[in-house]
Each structure stands twice: as structure tokens, then as C-alpha cells.
């Protein structure tokens, strides 16, 4: 399938993804201070508006699995897993509403830049800093390497060109376009990469209804096929109810504990770009699920027999476009692989300079001039991409299984932490120690058991559990002092 | 305690309160719809602009419904003011 024209068009996006970092780079003011150099670097300096708070907080949260997995899946399981996908529409609104002017406000209080920094002033407990920045470090590490395989892998299928080709072009860009362009780099690309991805995914739906001959002809061939593939619980049960419902959790409510999602948060510039990122993000992420999984679905109708999920989106898009085309369409799920990868690289990068090293200097008087910080935040966001880049050259099986966890693991360790330390006065350093390490181990402990309660998904018992030792721990610990309470909840 | 607590904070967990009283409300509609006129033989489906209607309501209907219900909601009952680090409203108070 080797194709050069697919790509060109390819090769032109990244450059031009690679342009708009560089000149959002420039459009940043230089900051004069450490103080400063940290909140441009790692939040873009709070100017996020509405629109391109959605798009960051939307492209982060979608990954390779809203591309390719979920779709496979749907081409497999029919309507039934599009009504799974439907369940993340909330999550704009509901990550930004809950968590929403409440903490904005209280991160310009503590003058806290990561969620690490916010737990730091909040609980103020070393242990619960290094647990915290080594879940994001570990968590995070993994789930870039699979977003790197995954779209290696695309991009092998697609175009016919090795793995490791896919992996320099689009590896090295989004490392680079990160390390030097620091979180504004990151949200501006982000917003070009949700456009890409919007119209790619209603460019394929558009192919795939016009080649079926039109919805209902496709939803004939479906209950020909199988009529349990309309249905909401898929062939054979496929998606029982107690399951799908763990998903309200999984990737619903819990969603307000991911550090990369939470992080964005922190960055938007006044209460209008919020409310505006509510609407404006819930209507994409909507529409990009319920695009993408009906490609899926109805993908089945128009071309049969594809037995690998992971390949139905990839194969369809070969099939039903021009090559030219499908370079271009291609683009979309790699956007939604690097806009991903960007935000995960500047917080490990944030954890480290930041977190662990900046405060550690700060306390031991040492001296940190904005040159240096700037070189070693630069130094570090580079090393983590590239030790990710070298270990998607040949994945480590640890690093693979650990992905397995990533995404319950970090709502495992930061979803109550998070919360609760926002809206419960009583919240402090036992309950959250106590909550974490109940968390991500119980859910670990779940997880290679497969064992499971009621049919449900395991992150269920696992927020459960975290929210008993959280509450157990808070009254086990003294009550936060009043210092702290007075700088979350005055008003001065 | 010894401070008066940040008056914004009302506001914004009324805002909170808000936002998850539309996530319950998407969620009886996704549940409803989806299973209430799903669950029967698919033989027996009736069928919206070509697709089973229960998919209609429960997927298209309510994922525009929600993103209408937000919009609504977040331009009539949404403050716009100020997020910074101090309540204005003290900073009045200690200049008087």
C-alpha cells in the first residue's frame, strides 16, 4: 500500500503544527522571573480562552482509543458501543463545572501552576507530593509509549511505510514542538488538532454512509448480518448492563481525577473562557464520539469481514478515500495521538522541574535564575520524549502492562485528593495519603485478580474503597491548621 | 475559624451543584431512552430517520439536548466575574 501521495498531506500538517508552536512560542511575553518563567512555561501564563480551553481539554482527553479502539470495537458490537462512547459527552462540562471557578480561584490563591502543587498546598505533605509526581511520571510514561505504538502502527497500516518511519515523523515532531514550545506550544497545537480532527471524522462518516447507499440500507445490512448489532447490548450480551453502567465512572465521574485533563483547569484566563469551554467543549466531544464510532458501526454494513477492530478504521479510510485524502484524514486520529502526548510530556517535565526539583531549591536557599530553570525545563521535557521515543522502538512489556492501568490508576490516586480537597474543609495529609496509596493498590490488586463485584468494572470498588480510606484517614489526622484554610477558603 | 470565607465560593458551588444535577439528567435520559426502547426483540424496532429509534433518543436526541441544556444553562445561571486570587468584594471593604 506504500503511497507517497498520502504522504505529502501528511508531512504538510506537521509542519504546519510545527509552525503554529514556534509562533506561539513568540507570542508569549518573556517573563521576567522564576516565578513567572514556571507559569508560562508549564501553563501558558493563565491566557487560555474559551475555545481553545475546549479544544485542549477535548484533544487531551481523546486519544488513539476514541480513533481506532473504540471504533473497532463498535465495528464488532454494532450501536451498542456507540452507546457506551456517548456516556464521555459530560466530560467537558463536568470537569470544568465541578472543579470549574472554585479551583481557578484557589490555584491563583496558592499560586499553584501543576495539581501537584495544588495538593502541596493543600495537604502539605511531602509524601503526598512524591506519590503524587511518580504516579504522574510512571502512569504517564506508559500511556505515551502506547500512544506512540499505537500511532506508529497507523501510520505502518495506512501508508505501507515502516513502523519506525511513523515514529520519527510524528515522535520527533511532537517531542520537539513540546520541549520548545512549552504549554502554549501545547494548547495551540491541541486547538489545530481538534479542527483536523473533527473534519476528518465527518469526512470518513460522510464516505462510509455514501458508500452503505444511505442510513437505512446500512441499517438493513446490519440486521441482516446480525440484529443484534442494533441493539444496546450487542451480539451475545456482548456489553451487559452492570458493565456499561461502570463506565459512568470509569470514564465519567472519575474523570475529574486525571492530572492531565484537571491541569487544563488551571490555565484558562477569566470565568467567560470557562463557561464558554463548557459549551463549546461539550458539543465536540459529542460530536468527534458519536462521528467516529458510527464510521465504526456502520463501517461493518459497507465493508465486512475486517477481523482485527483495531484495523476497521484504518481500513476503511483506505479504502473508501483517495490516497491524497486519506493522508489528510489520517491526520485526524494522529492529532488526537499527539495533542494526548504533548499535555502528558510538559506535566511529567512540570513534575520534575517543578514539583520535586524548584520547590526542593527554594527550601534549601539555593539559587534558581529563569535562564537556568529555562534550560533545565527545556533539558528535561526533552529527555522524557526521548526516552519514551526510544522506548517505542522496541516496547518494554513492563511499561506495555502498565498502560493496562494508567488511566484508572491516576483516578485511583488523584480523584478524591482532588476533589475532596477543594469542597471538604475537613480533608487533609492522612485522608489523602491513606486514599492514594488505598486506591491504586486496591485497584492494582483488582485489576491482576480479575476480580469483580456486581459485574462491574473494577475502578467502581476502587473509588469506593479510596473514598473510605479518605474519609477514614481525614478523621484519623488532625484537622488542616488554619493557615491552610484561610488561604484556600478566605477571601484575601 | 478567624477569616471570612471567599463570597465567590457560594456562587461557584452552586455552579458545581449545577453541572452535576445535568450530568444525573443526562444520564436518566441516556439510561431511559436507551433501554426502554431498546430492549425488545430487535425484530420489533420502529425507526427514526433510519436509525433504531432508541439510538435516535438516546444518542443523537440527548447528546444535542445536552449540548443545548448546557449552553442554557451556563449563559442564564453562569457569574462572569472575576476569578483572581482576591475577593473583590474585601478589597472594597478594607479601602472603606
Redesign the interface.
Known sequence: MSNVNMIVPLVIYLVLVFAVAVWGKRAAAKPSDTKGFLEEYFLGGRSMGGFVLAMAVITTYTSASSFIGGPGVAYKLGLGWILLAMIQVPTAFLTLGVLGKKFAIVSRKVGAVTITEYLRARYKNELVVVIASLSVLVFFMASMLAQFIGGARLFQTVTGYPYIVGLIIFGITVVIYTTVGGFRAVVVTDTIQGCVMICASVALLWAVVNAGGGMEKIMAVLRETDPALLTPTGPGNAIPKPFILSFWVLVGLAVLGLPQTTQKCLGFRDARSMNNGMIIGTFVVGFLMLTMHLVGALGRAVLPGIEVGDLAVPTITVKLLSPFWAGVFIAGPLAAIMSTVDSMLIISSAAIVKDLYHHHAVKKNLPVTPEKLGRMSLAVTAVIGVIVFLAALRPPSLLVWINLFAFGGLEAVFFWPTVLGLYWKRANATGALLSMVVGCGGFFWLMIGKIQVWGTHQIVPTIVLALVAFILGSYIGKKPDDETLAAFWGGE | ?????????R???R??V???G??VL??AW?YFT??GL??G???G?S?V????S??FY???V??IG??LL??VV??LF??????????P??KGGRQR
Open positions: 475559624m478567624k477569616f471570612k470565607e471567599d463570597s465567590r465560593y456562587q461557584a458551588n455552579e458545581a449545577m453541572s452535576l445535568m450530568y443526562f444520564f441516556w436507551a433501554y431498546g430492549s426483540d430487535p425484530a424496532y425507526y430517520f433510519g436509525l433504531p432508541w439510538f438516546s444518542c443523537i440527548g447528546y445536552i449540548s448546557v449552553w451556563v449563559k453562569f457569574s462572569e466575574d472575576s476569578i483572581e486570587g482576591e475577593d468584594e474585601m
